[in-house]
């Protein structure tokens, strides 16, 4: 579980986020939806403490960010960005494998691991085992960037943008990839994007953050009924 | 070429030993000026602020030509002094600060998204160095310290200069004698040197890239680099450890009087012997003789009393006396002269001595202003150099003199470049490069009788030397040593054989 309770934060003298609170269950993906500079991505490096609150209260599990042990904090989070950062001198299997061998697991259970989590994101393995990050394309990429951050099995999942620099090919065949995997071992997902329909195809519900506070929150069909006016603006751009 | 390989053939232990420096000096200023780029470069890469002045700091180390370095590091407590640990100091210096730069350079280059996702993985920050930046980094860490290897590969030439050995021992000796063979011994080496350390760290690059390196390219590669310095190493062991070292400034004639010097003692005692010959000039010798990293060696009279302890001339007659005085004063014994006195010359070509009628320095105030002067760096500089020597015969040149490698200077005069210098009494080129001395007839230079300086200390442990080293006082005539000289220089001569051949000759 992760809670937001009346949170500001800033980043160097400029306020971003001016006292938001949400909630996300166990189990549950909410989407952050908003324009550049809303806030999503400072909200969602607040919980592995890439960021911090000048105030409020950011909680994951029962405790709040600051009472964890940051590693600890960071192992239990998984983190994809649309940048997705493998390790260019590391094999896909060697980067999948980062967290798992933090964690000291032995060998068997680790390549076991590696195997079983690029058939999940439909990359088979012993054709991309051993490749360099350079020989993947952009989705061979994204997936094995969801592969690594799922790899110690972490409750918690933190993505901003992860499908944002793909064609919407691949994006669609990821989204359903996602939907599978979400459906299997369902995780507390918080997921970033400024795409309304990707929102509205993967998660439980939607924050919509304008001017660092969150102008609405609800299902997909909520937010379509909504009267808000940055709300109906943002469903009218995206729909038409 | 064939002169080339017959010098090699006859010298091959010692240029056996002079590489062996070479590779040490290097390779243990790379190690010392990566063991401190390194971490120094990850801490500015880490602090911005920081890094700004410290490349500076660096950089200002880089501009420092590499002869000035050495003079000032010389007389510096602990890290000072002549030998080898100076010149590690100076290449260090220098070898340091393209580490850093490139360091830098390499961690600021790693990609953002990699850092943040190995952060926000749970590595802690030394994992995140060891792991990624590191490893991200080390080709460019890798590149710096190749371009800072092949730099100090040449550098290291000028490390002779303050007897650290080396292959510049035979750059500067060739340099001094003119002779081109002696020049390659040390230049061509040197340059085989800088290419196949460059090849062996290009290939080094390539074992640290997780992509390309593969385990036994590793293996073979560090192999190669430990035998590589490990020979250095031996060959450099292979210098005996001397009771004796005999020092020498950067000239013919003071290399010929150190192997004067050195097969004396070495005939007379059984003490072993080091040559520290071709030092720098005045200074830099006083210094070593100071603080007792040379023993031994020849100055001469005038130079000391005027350029060393800057006292006036006063009487011809009285400057050996004080010179002595002021030498006992600083822990120094000065034996009595060798016999002849390297006076300065003023020399002009014969010929045109002849048409312009001038037989003393008096009649070159009449041409002055229609000719050029060129000396040595030293000359300009000292007090009974060419500004005494302007004002006690009024001479007025059409330019400011020229500044030359006292090297140069003859053969300068001789083609013409210039029409007047400053030269040794006894230099052996005067005579084959046709060049007239003219008469010092207002006597304006002291003498410069070439007398024996010898620390007390060393000659109260080692009473033989004095017997030794008195065997060749008063046996130097000013024609022996222009006929030594010009065997030397003219003839190209080995130094050493030709002070053999003289010792041969007055026993």
Known sequence: MIEFADVVASRGER???RGVSLSVANGEVVALVGRSGSGKTTLLRLVNRMLHADSGDVRVGDRNVAAWDETELRRQTGYVIQDVGLFPHFTVADNIAIVPRLLDWDVARVAARVDELLTLVGLNPAEYRLRWPDQLSGGQRQRVGLARALAADPPVLLMDEPFGALDPITRAELHHEFKILQARLPRTVLLVTHDLAEAFALAGRIAVLHDGRVAAIGTADELQRSEDPHVKKLVETRFG | MSALLAFYAANQAEVLARLGEHIVLVAVSIAIAAAI???????????PALARPLIGLANLAQTIPSLALFGFLIPLPFIGGIGTRTALVALTLYAVLPIVRTTVSGLQGVDRAVLECAAAMGMTRRQVLRQVELPLAAPAILAGIRVATVVSVGT??????????????????????????VILAGALPAALLALAADGLLALAGRAVDRRKGSRPLRLALATLAVVAIAAGGWLYRANPAAAITVGSKNFTEQVILGELLALTIERHTSLTVQRRLNLGGLLVSDEALRSGDVDVYVEYTGTALTALFNEPIGTPATVSERVRTLYASRGITMLPSLGFNNTFAILVRADAARAEKLAAISDLARVAPQWKAGFGYEFLERPDGFKGLAAAYGLRFAEPPRVMDLNLIYRALSAGEIDVTAGDATNGLIQSL????????????????????????????????????????????????????????????AAKDVAREFLDTIR
Do not use: C, H, K, W
Request: aromatic share 8%; net charge neutral.
């Open chain 2, 37 to 47: 780029g390194i971490p120094l470069g990850i801490f500015a890469a880490r602090q």
């Open chain 1, 15 to 17: 306020p971003v986020l």
């Open chain 2, 156 to 181: 290291a030439t000028i490390a002779s200069a303050i007897g650290a050995g080396g292959l510049g021992d035979y750059i500067f000796r060739g340099l001094s004698m003119v002779d081109p063979i």
């Open chain 2, 434 to 493: 046709g060049l007239a001395i003219l008469a010092d007839d207002r006597d304006y230079f002291p003498p410069y009788d070439a007398v024996p300086v010898i620390n007390t200390a060393t000659l109260l442990r080692y009473p033989e030397l004095d017997r030794a080293i008195r065997t060749l006082v008063g046996r130097i005539s000013a024609t022996d040593m222009q006929r030594m000289n010009y065997a030397v220089d003219g003839q190209r001569r």
